[in-house]
């Protein structure tokens, strides 16, 4: 179900990425099949396109940081304006607008896809 | 960017004692970061900051007096923005250890001020729980209500403060509404705070739970988004218009600084040479009317020429960051930073060391990876600091004419962006260098918070330059003075028969050309070489230096016109060598002093000091026999 872990290099000259890797799920009130499925993260958004967060792919002391900025299991997240490129975007979650990078939006797995209508 | 308060001038001679009040009560101010902290500690203190926060002394956080009504008067410490207190960075560290009184050269808080932004409460709320399970008498000082009331949002204060145990203020440090609340508070008997049911502290989503719940109690509804910060961000960052307005932004801040203050420049150059002359006509001849006039006046008001410049930069890059464009330019930037194998959080103290390197090096610590902060450390000293901006400036207008490149451009900016963009790609370059060698390390991901866009206020800003100018004027009146006046002693011994040696064979001048074999190969004489051990002080000092070495070669002179000095013994291919001189060296005692205190010893600085030597020196050689 989840991805194989990415290959990232080197972390092995570094000791703070002996951590284990959080796993954080809410209890799926949806279809599971859905996210099963569509094994889709932040990345699949177009600007202007909602989602609802599943799980953070990331060690432990990463995924606290994003939790703290409000990317928590079960957030609602809307795609915004990015970089020149496309990378890093914005995005809203819990009232504020946080601009990530496409590496680690791509550890952030979502559920559910849809659009919300434009802002005029 | 550039938290250019932070920056106390480099200097061990900078060093202000924080005088003990042992009256005065100290308060911690702390929120999340972009919650107007800041604004409203200025709201609180005005004028009466001290900015304690240099190398030496090991304080990260800013002091200040707030005067209340009946003489009273409460020290407030402004902490470092932080999500929560469990300690992953060290600007975290250092805000957790303040608030449990665990550093002894900050007096432990008898009460906090917790300042939130309403316009994002539930979020914000989670910061709560771990500053009320402190015990401490807090006030939870809601920020931004103009913010609020104006985009739909309500809320019931009351409430919040049951659901808290904890006094709630509803205020906009911006607008000053509400602020007697918080005066009141400090003034007033403090009381520990009701304890209330706390959730996990180090449970996020637990915390969350409890910071949703704790807001719908309170009625809590949040605002509706901001419409004008969508639709400016839609212009700003679009894949077109949005690099084209960057650079239009950065020329339009350079071109300015050059083109408009001459004026004022002048006002100040005419200053010194009317007080000079006048100390000169008012004293009988004798040395101390020649320490005065000829080195001090001279030296000291070569440099001081140049606040009005500074100050102008720094009221730029004042309105770039308060108006929320910087975050926006560290957006567009951060696929080229990414390149270069640095991650995001490296960009806000690469950008603050564009004022200083010292306090930009501070700012790593919110690096949490250790190798990914050493590599920002050892970069931070190549981004153009405003030490270098007046050597810069110097130089440029004595061998540049003002002539308009394409009609609107001048030659002098293209200049200036071309030095700031060469210290710019050194870095990065370094960054890539020791990133895909001896600092190679795995990615941290970068996480940039947006904020809506504001209009800077005149009293923001105002502060910004009245720090600055303290800043400047202290290093004027105490590194360079004391730099200036040791060269004045060096230039008059041997003193024999009554008289000076002419400088050329006085001690300041055999130094110069004791060292002119090894400066001679990069077109520099032995004035250039005084000036250059003098500026490993601190940049700056080397127009003091010059100032007063001419000053002293030509008594008679009244101007203190460098310029036309400087075109008589540089070549042109020389003072492109002395440019490139200066953008690489290290010439920064300050600086070697924090980088061997953050990396706790001295291997990284002398590595740091002979390599960033070496590339001056060898780009310095380069420039010089390619074009001279």
Redesign the interface.
Known sequence: MRKAQRKSGNHHLDKDFGVAHTKIEMQLSSNKAVSETLPASLVDLRRGDEAVLSEIDLPVEDARRLMELGFLPGARVVAGQSAPGGDPRVFQVDGSEVAVRRETARRLKIRRKGRVPRLK | MSECRDCAGCGPAAVLPLSPRAATKAVAVIGPPNSGKTTLFNRLTGLRQKVANFPGVTVEQHTGIAELDGGQAVELIDLPGV??LSP?SEDEQVAFDVLTGRRDDTPKPEAILLVLDS??L??HL?LAAPILSLGLPSLIILNMADDLRNRGGTLDTEALARELGAPVALVSARQGEGIEQVRDFLAGAMEQPTPVLLPVLHD??KC?EWAGRVGSQADYR?PI?P?W???L??VV????A??LIFAFVVIAVFQSIFSYVTPLMDGVKWLFEVSGNWIAVSLPPSLVRSLLVDGVWKGVGSVLVFLPQVLLLFLFIGILEDSGYLARAA??A??TM?RFGLQ?KSFIPLLSAYACAVPAILSTRTI????DRIATILIAPFMTCSARFPVYTLIIVAFLPNRQLLGFLSVRTVAMIGLYALGFVTAVLTARLLKSSIL???????????PAYRWPTVQSLGLRLVDRSKVFLRRAGTVILLVTVLLWMAAHVPYTHGHPPAIRDSLAGTLGRTIEPAIKPLGFDWKIGIGLITSFAARETIIATLGAIYGMDHPDSTSMDLQIALRHDLTPGAAVALLIFFAFAMQCVSTVAVVRRETGGWKWPLAQFAYMSALAYGGAFLAFHLLG
């Open positions: 999500y929560s992953h316009t994002n539930s979020r989670m996020v989503p969350r949040a988004a419409k910060t969508r639709r961000d839609r960052l679009d894949p077109l949005g690099p957006l567009i951060d696929r990414a995001g949490e990876n250790k190798r190679k390390s795995g990615r941290t991901p970068f996480l940039l918070e947006m």
